[in-house]
């Protein structure tokens, strides 16, 4: 078993307070340190954490890109992924980059214990909050869109109207309203704002 020794990196100070409670309450003589940052983190007092809790959006380095500068200073230490972002890219990036186990922040509270206690024990962690879980609603969407309607999609959440987006991508004005309208159907939403919001969370554009 694993000692009960975790840091938990995620720049929303509420969030890290209510989960350590969580900890607290379901893990006996748990010993944690909170960071904002990787930056912060790689400042904590905390020696050799056997599980590191890290978020994907951070401000600087970012989770995903962050997995192998934690596991560098921390070797044993096993990364569990928090996040709300739970699109099929970034579970498998977080999986093929050293991730023990990807695990939603809508999970309810037990089942996040639940795979704490999993992966001090050494077990495997069910699939649905590991890696290569199915294909989300981010890829469906995908599928939906033709190549023209992704660029389409990818302007549009750049802020650029559809003049503008028709010089790009040598379209006249009325065939962008088409694509455009095309992509919310497909997104099931019905501005552009909530396009590109449905777009960034679905993992469909960066």
Known sequence: ?????ILLIDDHALF????????????????TAEA?????AMRSPIENPSLVLLDIQLQGLNGLEGIALVKRK???????????????KNVRL???????AFVSKAEPADRILGVIDQLRKGLPVASASTALAPPG????????????????????CQGLPNKVIGRR?????NTVRGHVQAVLSALQVS????AGFAARRRGLVD
């Open 94 to 100: 977080a999986m093929e980059r050293g991730a023990a």
């Open 137 to 156: 609603e981010g890829d469906d969407a995908r599928q939906r869109l033709t190549p023209r309607q992704s660029e389409v999609l990818d302007l549009v």
């Open 74 to 88: 921390w070797p044993q230490a096993l990364v569990v992924i928090l996040s709300s972002d739970v699109a099929h």
């Open 169 to 173: 991508l040598n379209l006249s004005e």
């Open 1 to 5: 078993m694993l000692p009960p020794r």
């Open 36 to 40: 904002a940052s990787l930056d912060e």
């Open 16 to 31: 890290r307070c209510g989960l350590r409670m969580v900890l607290a309450a379901g893990i006996a003589d748990l010993e």
């Open 191 to 194: 501005s552009r704002s909530e």
